[in-house]
């Protein structure tokens, strides 16, 4: 890589990036190129891949099945700067052990994906072979596992504080959906009774603020009861939530929040759009006001914030319809974004000087590859790393758009907005991947990545 600006987590540089066998192995100005295949970077930025630990690349939830599965979905990514993923897997069979997912996941992972993944492991039910099998997950190369609080899959705080301090104690990071289940349940009840449950601003009606805001205090004080347990929130969506956090955090806690997209550009305004336009917003979190993007625009800038993921989840537009349309609490809730996630925050975030370039590296890369246990060889460009890096072009204006993207979906909740900036080559371990508005790289050549926290 020759001739382009450096951006790393800290610095910014003028150098050339020599790759040798899939790690970085030198970089400076001036770089002998004999015999080198080189990339000329100039009038560009060049970054870390982008490393996105929040997605669902390959859901099914209640029959219905996301539209990208793990080939068009780590496509997506790549075409969108991301390098590496980490996935989410969904629920497997009632009672079933705690690697059923993952070995599931990882066969078909394999086969399939285009860039590097790893895996969290889901609990849905804890016994204790599920706690034993926690203490393993180090020796598989999964460093991190999911608890949800709502949806049929949650758990009981009791049963919270035992995997926290189970995990902890194995070496394995904790991260949290926090939404109250009894809160969500009673709105939407509610709502139910009266009758009419057609309109999508039901939605954000009956998963407020405040269900999330609960939901992180509780969490916060069951870590302490467990032990100061390190915590990690996914999707924060709201003011409310990211105060508690900060608050928390300057008492001694040890807190980790992500945010997404979507929570920053896009309000449940969205829900009043005519026709069925209204569903394709249907995720949970949902989308907030205005104030709440504010607040979360704030926490990305004083460090409040830590990851900005995508919690991509492409059920189709016409999925959402069709479960939808006369009862909105049937909708499969997800929206896709593995593509945008960089494009919309170096917009959004460095060109509208919201936040840095350092600190968009860092959000994007440095950061959640330290968490989820992916450094020193994911998230960052220094010698010794792998050779995961982007050529983004600050120049290049897009609207997005269905046709312009990858991801194998019938929609995008971002339609319309103009971008500037835009990862125009991907390289991967030394190989390229994207180059040419093409994908360079042969399914499956992606890998499991074993992390370790």
Request: aromatic residues 6%; contains cysteine.
């Amino acid at each position: 890589m020759a001739n382009g600006t450096v951006i790393t987590s800290t610095d910014i540089l003028q150098a050339d990036i020599l790759a040798e066998d899939g790690r970085i192995a030198a970089m400076a100005d001036g770089l002998p190129t004999e015999g080198c295949t080189v990339i000329d970077a100039r009038g560009c930025l060049v970054m870390p891949g982008g490393v996105d630990v929040h997605t669902h690349l390959n859901l099914e939830v209640g029959g219905e099945k996301v539209s990208d599965g793990f080939y068009t979905g780590s496509a997506a990514a790549a075409f969108g700067g991301t390098t590496t993923i980490v996935e989410h897997p969904g629920f497997g069979p009632p009672g079933c052990d705690l690697n059923y997912q993952t070995n599931l996941y990882h066969q078909q992972a394999d086969r399939e994906m285009v860039i590097d993944y790893g895996l969290h492991a889901v609990i849905q039910h804890i016994d204790r072979a599920v706690l034993d099998d926690i203490t393993l997950l180090p020796e598989q190369g999964i460093a991190s596992l999911k608890v949800y609080l709502t949806y049929s899959g949650r758990l009981s705080d009791e049963a919270i504080i035992e995997v926290l301090k189970t995990a902890h104690a194995a070496g394995v990071r904790v991260t949290f959906h926090a939404e109250n289940h009894a809160i969500i349940s009673s709105l939407t009840n509610n709502f139910r009774t009266m009758g009419d449950c057609s309109n999508p601003m039901l939605h954000p009606a009956s998963r407020p603020d405040y269900a999330e805001a609960e939901a992180v205090f509780r969490l916060i004080q069951l870590a302490r009861a467990a032990g100061e347990v390190p915590i990690y929130i996914v999707h924060l969506s709201t003011a409310a939530g990211l105060e508690i956090i900060r608050k928390a955090r300057s008492q001694g806690s040890e807190i980790y929040a992500e945010t997404c997209p979507q929570y920053l550009v896009l309000t449940e305004d969205c829900y009043k759009k005519p026709g069925d336009e209204g569903l394709q917003y249907i995720l949970s979190p949902p989308l907030r006001r205005q104030e709440d993007c504010d607040a979360l625009w704030d926490g990305l800038g004083d460090d409040s914030i830590d990851v900005v993921a995508t919690d991509h989840c492409s059920f189709s537009r016409t999925q959402k319809v069709e479960r939808g349309r006369t009862d909105i609490f049937a909708a499969p809730g997800g929206i896709p974004g593995v593509e945008t996630r960089m494009p919309l925050l170096f917009s959004e975030g460095v060109v509208k000087k919201r936040i840095g370039l350092n600190r968009f590296v860092r959000l994007t890369a440095t950061n959640p590859a330290k968490i989820m246990g992916l450094a020193p060889h994911k998230g960052d460009l220094a010698i010794g790393g792998d050779a995961d890096m982007i050529i983004l072009d600050p120049r290049v204006k897009k609207t997005i758009s269905s046709p312009l993207l990858h991801q194998h979906v019938d929609y995008t909740p971002f339609a319309g907005m103009e971008i500037q900036g835009w990862p125009t080559t991907v390289i991967q371990r030394g190989q390229i991947v994207i180059k040419d508005k093409q994908l360079k790289i042969a399914r499956g050549a992606g890998s499991f990545v074993q992390r370790k926290i």
